[in-house]
């Protein structure tokens, strides 16, 4: 199993967008959007490989330093089976 932590997707929306759009969307939003690309291009690239299995965006795991954190509840919010 695999967890990837995204922390500059803020940054990255305001590059596409711009800052002043960037600045009008909250920040889970941003999180959430960049998330939900970036699913898309690893089903992709990993269904092209011949590669079978799932991918979950999830609220409520952490990473932090060598510790992974789980808060009290856990949410799975995007899920795909590739």
Do not use: W
Not at 21 to 30: F, H, K, Q, R, Y
Not at 71 to 76: E, S
């Amino acid at each position: 199993m695999l967890v990837l932590k995204i922390t500059n997707a803020q940054e990255v929306v305001s590059a596409k967008l711009g800052k002043f759009l960037a600045s009008l969307t909250p920040e889970s939003l941003d999180r959430d959007t960049v998330e939900d690309v970036l699913i898309k291009k690893l089903i992709e690239n990993l269904a092209a490989e011949g590669l079978h299995g799932e991918v979950a965006a999830v609220r409520g795991l952490d990473l932090r330093d060598n510790d992974l954190l789980i808060q009290d509840r856990l949410h799975l919010r995007r899920h795909h089976t590739f």
